[in-house]
T-cell receptor, first 112, second 115 residues
C-alpha cells in the first residue's frame, strides 16, 4: 500500500530550537510539495520540487525555513530558529507530473 | 494568480439529507479544479477532479460536482449524506499552464452530519 510517510507525527519544542520534518514520497513520484495548515490561514503552499529541483518556495519565510530533497526518497523541511507562530500541521504531498497528489498524514508542530 | 473562495465555513445537515458545498474560484487562465476531503487527524484525500470534458464530475463516496465556467464555480453535492461524511472539505485550483499538481486551496468547509 503506497503512501507518503511523514516524521515526526507530533513535535513539541521550545522557541529558538531547530526543527526538521521529513517526508518519504511514494516511490516513482517526481513532484513533492510542502503545505502548512493553520486555523487562521488554512492550507498554504510553502514549497515544491520536481525531479528533486526546487521550483517554487515563494510561500516560505526565507529567513528561517529551508526545504531540500537530498535524494528521491527524502524531502526535508527545516525551521531554524522556530517561533510560536510556526505552530501548525505541515503536510507533504507527492505525485507524478499530470497526476493526482497524495498527501501524508502530517506533522503537527507545537512551538512553546 | 488563482484564488479559491469557499462560501460556507460550516454546514450542518441531518443524515440522509442532500448537501451542497459551494466553491468559487478566480483565475486569469484556464484551470483544473479539485475537491479534497480531510478526516480528523488525517491528510487530504482526493474526492474528484475536473480536467476537461463533461462539466458534471462524479467522485468517490457518492459525491459529484459541476463546473460552471460562466459563474466560475465548482460546487460539490451529495444527494443523501451519511454520518461518516462528517469531515472538512477543501476546494482547490491549479493553473493548467503552471502544472497539474500545484494546488491552491480554499479555506475549507466543515460538514457536520447529525443523526
Amino acid at each position: 500500500d503506497a503512501r507518503v510517510t511523514q516524521t515526526p507525527r507530533h513535535k513539541v519544542t521550545e522557541m529558538g530550537q531547530e526543527v526538521t520534518m521529513r517526508c518519504q514520497p511514494i516511490l516513482g513520484h517526481n513532484t513533492v510539495f510542502w503545505y502548512r495548515q493553520t486555523m487562521m490561514q488554512g492550507l498554504e503552499l510553502l514549497a515544491y520540487f520536481r525531479n528533486r529541483a526546487p521550483l517554487d518556495d515563494s510561500g516560505m519565510p526565507k529567513d528561517r525555513f529551508s526545504a531540500e530533497m537530498p535524494d528521491a526518497t527524502l524531502a526535508t523541511l527545516k525551521i531554524q530558529p522556530s517561533e510560536p507562530r510556526d505552530s501548525a500541521v505541515y503536510f507533504c504531498a507527492s505525485g507524478v507530473s499530470g497526476g493526482e497528489l497524495f498527501f501524508g498524514e502530517g506533522s503537527r508542530l507545537t512551538v512553546l | 494568480a488563482q484564488s479559491v473562495t469557499q462560501l460556507d465555513s460550516q454546514v450542518p445537515v441531518f443524515e440522509e439529507a442532500p448537501v451542497e458545498l459551494r466553491c468559487n474560484y478566480s483565475s486569469s487562465v484556464s484551470v483544473y479544479l479539485f475537491w479534497y476531503v480531510q478526516y480528523p487527524n488525517q491528510g487530504l484525500q482526493l474526492l474528484l477532479k475536473y480536467l476537461s470534458g463533461s462539466t458534471l464530475v462524479k467522485g468517490i463516496n457518492g459525491f459529484e460536482a459541476e463546473f460552471n465556467k460562466s459563474q466560475t464555480s465548482f460546487h460539490l453535492r451529495k444527494p443523501s449524506v451519511h454520518i461518516s461524511d462528517t469531515a472538512e472539505y477543501f476546494c482547490a485550483v491549479s493553473d493548467r499552464a503552471g502544472g497539474y499538481n500545484k494546488l491552491i486551496f480554499g479555506a475549507g468547509t466543515r460538514l457536520a452530519v447529525h443523526p
